[in-house]
């Protein structure tokens, strides 16, 4: 995954930076780091390390929380296959743990734990116990095809009840409409 992730955003990455460089004589916008600062936020940007803000190119953002998730799966490969999904559930049960005591945050995660522990990564979770059900149980055409519309219907509805939603309450219930 890090042969398809970097390439392609060290180009478009750099190219925001050149922006903001040949703008405003810093690789950062002058709207959220100091000349100081700069630097060390392009370099964490290109290495899509947390940062506790948006990397230099925002839409970035995603990338920080796929590549947290790689390196957690990449740990969970190397556990044996039948105690993966005991893994996995480790990992929800640490985020539920988050997600009911402590509270909701807006803004980006400064650290590898806590973007490893943002209720975003349930998304992840969620993709990856519908994999292991898609391996180990078998519907009938109808009824499955029946299940994606209900999920399309439940999906439109969530939108329509999200409309407006903001900061911190748009990420949990985000992980609810999106999961």
């Given at each position: 995954r890090a042969t398809r992730v970097y390439p392609l955003?060290?180009?478009?990455?750099?190219?925001?930076?050149?922006?903001f460089f040949v703008t405003y004589g810093q690789p950062a916008s002058p709207a959220f780091v100091t000349p100081d600062t700069a630097w060390g936020m392009f370099t964490r940007s290109m290495l899509l390390w947390p940062q506790g803000q948006m990397p230099v190119l925002s839409v970035g953002w995603t990338l920080i929380f796929e590549m947290a998730f790689y390196a957690l799966f990449a740990l969970l490969l190397l556990v044996p296959a039948k105690w993966r999904?005991?893994?996995?559930?480790?990992?929800?049960?640490a985020l539920l743990?988050?997600?009911?005591?402590?509270?909701?945050?807006s803004g980006m995660p400064d650290s590898w734990i806590m973007t490893l522990l943002d209720p975003l990564?349930?998304?992840?979770?969620?993709?990856?116990?519908?994999?292991?059900?898609?391996k180990t149980?078998?519907?009938p055409a109808a009824l499955a095809i029946g299940l994606c519309g209900v999920g399309v219907v439940i999906f439109i509805a969530v939108m329509i009840w999200l409309n407006g939603a903001e900061g911190a309450a748009m990420s949990r219930?985000?992980?609810?409409a999106f999961g």
């Open positions: 955003w060290w180009v478009f990455c750099a190219l925001m930076a050149l922006y999904p005991v893994g996995l559930m480790v990992c929800a049960v743990y988050r997600w009911n005591f402590t509270p909701a945050e990564c349930f998304e992840f979770l969620i993709g990856a116990a519908v994999a292991y059900g898609l149980v078998r519907l219930n985000r992980v609810l």
